[in-house]
């Protein structure tokens, strides 16, 4: 049976944080009431699938695409993140290795 009185019950109570899970990185996150209220004030018919940080890396990620390497530290044999590609004729440092091998310059 339909019960109407908690139907309405339901609608006067505006907006109620409501937890969903991200479908990114699989965490439950927080819609809040102020949220829904902009969400609804948009006009905006779907809840977010990603919780704030997935979106804001995301977005993040849109603004400035970047591509990392991995490459084989020469001081140290860690792995080394650079954002170029490696060439065998140049040596390749950690991050660690490389602000130590600047210092030491200095
Ligand atoms: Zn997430
Ligand atoms: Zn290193």
Redesign the pocket.
């Known amino acids: 049976m339909f019960q109407e009185e908690n139907y309405d019950a339901v609608t006067a109570t505006e907006f109620v944080d409501e937890t969903l899970v991200c479908k990114d990185c699989g965490k439950e996150f927080v819609f809040t009431a102020g949220e829904q209220a902009f969400y609804a004030e948009k006009g905006f018919q779907n809840k977010p699938k990603a919780c704030k940080a997935c979106r804001d890396a995301r977005k993040n990620a849109n603004k400035a695409p970047r591509e990392y390497f991995t490459a084989v530290?020469a001081?140290?044999g860690?792995e080394?993140k650079i954002t170029f590609q490696p060439s065998n004729d140049r040596p390749v440092?950690?991050s660690?290795?490389f602000e130590k091998k600047k210092n030491a310059q200095e």
Do not use: D
């Open positions: 530290c001081e140290c860690g080394a440092y950690c660690a290795c």
